[in-house]
């Protein structure tokens, strides 16, 4: 049951957060960190495990491994970009959040560029001229 755990420790640090942040924001903070730390290498191996099975499935089904890597390479920028932006609203900057999302969002579009343009270029070849 390793959401229990998980959710047990999000309610911990919660009251913890609750109760230092009154009297020291600064360490608060550090707790918030740390906090996430802990959570982001409690799942770290079940992330990797995901993206072994994907790929392996992408081999069997002998489909472009670009394409995967691209898929994944955006994945891995929206969870980042949500980690962070969540870390810092938590801090209480809210403005630097919006621009950490904003840019994953620029370089997600940039990652998907090649995506977009197999796709039309591949309809473009089936449609009668």
Known sequence: MEIAQIVGLGLVATIFLLIIRQEKPVLAVL????????I???????LSTIVAVVTEL???A???????GTVLKILGV???AE?????????GEVA???KVEFGAKIIIA???LPIMIAILESLMEIMPR
Do not use: P, Q
């Open 31 to 38: 707790l918030s960190l740390t906090f996430a730390t802990v």
């Open 40 to 46: 982001f290498l409690f799942v770290i191996d079940k």
């Open 58 to 60: 992408s081999h069997r």
């Open 62 to 68: 002998e489909a472009n491994y670009f394409f995967l």
């Open 78 to 80: 929206a969870y980042l």
């Open 83 to 91: 980690f962070g932006a969540a870390i810092c609203r938590d801090s």
């Open 96 to 98: 630097v959040a919006k």
């Open 110 to 112: 940039v990652l998907a």
